[in-house]
């Protein structure tokens, strides 16, 4: 199994532009989850899925985030338009039972 | 399991020691508890977990003890390897929800 796929693994950008994180589940895995990790607040829940449908967005920072997961094995969170406090890894993860959690590579999101 | 972010405490043990990290969990109505490990530059690492109605669970060099009169949890590792340097996060959940709760880790340095 390859495991959780999230691309890109590094993103530069200025601010201002559009930024569009993608992940892949493991297959068979029925929730997605995103997250994002600074120095200062750590792992932070940011929205999950359950069989494709947002569950629970409570996390996301504000309208500028939004995520949709148009099919069981793909998701995407954008950032529209990104801020250089959006600077972070962000993770995928996706789970069976919605329980252990597996977690993806991340993506670590620079904004100029 | 609030996060603190810049200053994790570290753990620093020679190799072939035991080691032990400690974790103090928030909420006394989680029922299921996750260690996992974090190597610089890749995502969380699922390790062991352990449910409530246990208090005790064993892996390849790895124990979980859970305490729920203290809402305490640790990692035992045996025979600490320079491989097992990274930072390790204990995560609760709660039953009926899916949130996982992290912890603000602990660095562990293993030194030759």
């Not at chain 1, 601010?15 to 600074?38: A, N």
Request: charged share 20%.
């Amino acid at each position: 199994d390859a495991g959780v796929i999230q691309s890109p693994r590094h993103e530069v950008t200025e601010m201002g532009q559009e930024v569009t994180l993608r992940c892949k589940p493991i297959s068979g895995h029925d929730y997605l989850f995103w997250y994002r990790q600074t120095m200062m607040r750590g792992l932070e829940l940011l929205i999950y899925f359950n069989n494709n449908v947002p569950i629970d967005d409570s996390g996301m920072p504000e309208d500028r985030f939004s995520a949709k997961m148009p099919n069981a094995s793909f998701s995407t969170l954008k950032i529209q338009p990104s801020e250089p406090r959006d600077s972070a890894v962000y993770f995928c993860a996706s789970s069976p039972q919605g329980e252990t959690q597996y977690f993806g590579p991340g993506t670590r999101l620079l904004v100029l | 399991g609030e996060s603190v972010g810049l200053h994790l405490p570290t753990l620093s043990v020679q190799e072939g020691d035991n080691s032990i990290i400690n974790c103090a969990y928030s909420n006394s109505a989680s029922d299921y508890f996750i260690w996992y490990k974090q190597e610089s530059g890749k995502g969380p690492q699922f390790i062991i977990d352990i449910r409530s109605n246990m208090d005790k669970r064993q892996g390849q060099r790895v124990t979980v003890l859970l305490n729920k009169t203290v809402k305490h949890l640790s990692l035992q590792i045996a025979a600490t390897q320079p491989g097992d340097s990274a930072v390790y996060f204990c995560a609760e959940i709660s039953g009926g929800y899916n949130k996982l709760i992290f912890g603000a880790g602990t660095r562990l340095a293993v030194h030759p």
